[in-house]
């Protein structure tokens, strides 16, 4: 198993969000949980975009994206 980067964000994906230092850290959790899981986020960041919830415009639009991601990988199993 790669691992090598696993403690990265997606760079387009984090370039979509607006996020604060702790938001941030909660999704490079989230990102670091679905790499070792075997998840994909790229396949999850672009049914995002085909739902119209990227890019996201503040914050709070922001945080329920984060929420749906958090929700996605944890219940993938």
Do not use: H, W
């Not at 607006?18 to 070792?36: F, G, K, P």
């Not at 986020?41 to 639009?61: F, Q, T, V």
């Amino acid at each position: 198993m790669d691992t090598s980067n696993t403690n990265e964000i997606p760079g387009n994906l984090k370039s979509e969000m607006v996020l604060s230092q702790t938001m941030e850290n909660q999704l490079r959790q989230i990102c670091i949980y679905a790499a070792l899981a075997g998840i994909d986020m790229e396949e999850i960041r672009n049914r995002l975009n085909a739902e119209g919830k990227l890019p996201c415009p503040d914050k709070n639009s922001s945080k329920k994206v984060l929420s749906e991601i958090y929700d996605y990988v944890a219940c993938s199993f």
